[in-house]
């Protein structure tokens, strides 16, 4: 009988095999993934390498649409105003989101959760209903800035003239943007070990000592991801001076942003496979301009 336990004993269960179940809870994400984004992709690159001609009809170009791209001037005047954009929006919004998260952080103001909310609201506001809120406010002629100019007898400010529509469009993206930036700052504040403060305390650091030599540093993940979404973000701006183009007229050229200029080309001049390879042009720029930041970033750490 001992020998028999021991026998049952010594043999190796029977695992049960889960890698199908594995496949299977995965396989609605990777249909609807590669459905959705995958076959997209595929196609537009495809269609990336052919023209549309009115004679020969369509033909294999090769690289020459990519080619095109590069050296399309509407395109580099496009880039060249998300360069200035980006340097006007994604450091205020980074001032503004540090600064809120730091004061709700502190403790020191009073009823914290309504103040959370009422900075992350925004960002719940769709970006269309978002541009046509500050559309109305920016108007000419009945805008909310206007009438307030009327009323104490200033001149009609415009802000959607040619020289004032980069600020003002970055004002509407800072305005949407900020209060997600601060809750994943705030979030990071929340992941502070007690300790550090308590250390700093007995080192006699005042509130803005511990938020200048404790808290900022330890943000800088936080920022990485931040300044990484806000790069992507603003390379793919489109919804605002899309919705803003009927209240900005003429200021708003079809190539004002990159995405616009793709979609002016697919939807308006019936270029889609030279839309294609533009669109596969600004995720490379896309793509280098992370790298490029980051890795200027990690040079100035290692030194």
Do not use: C
Not at 98 to 112: E, H, K, M, N
């Amino acid at each position: 009988m001992a020998l028999a336990l021991s026998g049952r004993r010594g043999r190796p269960r029977q695992r049960r095999p889960h890698g199908l179940a594995g496949f299977l809870f995965v396989a609605p994400f990777m249909l609807v993934f590669t459905a959705m984004f995958v076959a997209p992709l595929g196609y537009a690159g495809y269609l990336s390498l052919f023209r549309e001609q009115i004679v020969g009809g369509t033909v294999f170009t090769g690289l020459d649409n990519y080619i095109d791209a590069f050296n399309d001037p509407q395109l580099r005047a496009g880039l060249s105003r998300i360069v200035k954009f980006f340097f006007v929006q994604v450091p205020l919004s980074l001032i503004l989101a540090t600064v809120f998260a730091l004061l709700i952080d502190s403790g020191r103001v009073w009823a914290p959760k309504v103040f959370r909310l009422a900075f992350f609201v925004p960002y719940a506001v769709p970006a269309v209903v978002a541009s046509l809120l500050w559309g109305y406010m920016y108007g000419r002629k009945f805008g909310a800035f206007t009438q307030l100019a009327e009323s104490i007898g200033l001149s009609n400010p415009d802000f959607l003239s040619a020289g004032h529509l980069l600020p003002s469009i970055a004002n509407v993206v800072t305005w949407e943007f900020t209060g997600y930036n601060m809750i994943i700052l705030y979030a990071a504040l929340q992941a502070i070990p007690g300790d550090l403060y308590e250390a700093a305390a007995l080192d006699g650091a005042g509130p803005i000592r511990t938020a200048l030599y404790v808290k900022l540093p330890l943000l800088r993940p936080a920022l990485g991801v931040i300044l990484l979404f806000s790069i992507i973000g603003a390379f793919q701006l489109f919804n605002e001076p899309q919705v803003l183009i009927p209240s900005a007229g003429a200021a708003i050229t079809p190539d004002w942003t990159p995405n616009l200029y793709v979609y002016n080309l697919a939807f308006t001049d019936q270029q889609i496979n030279y839309a294609a390879a533009v669109s596969f042009a600004l995720g490379l720029v896309i793509l280098l301009a992370t790298y490029l930041v980051f890795g200027l970033g990690k040079l100035r750490r290692s030194r």
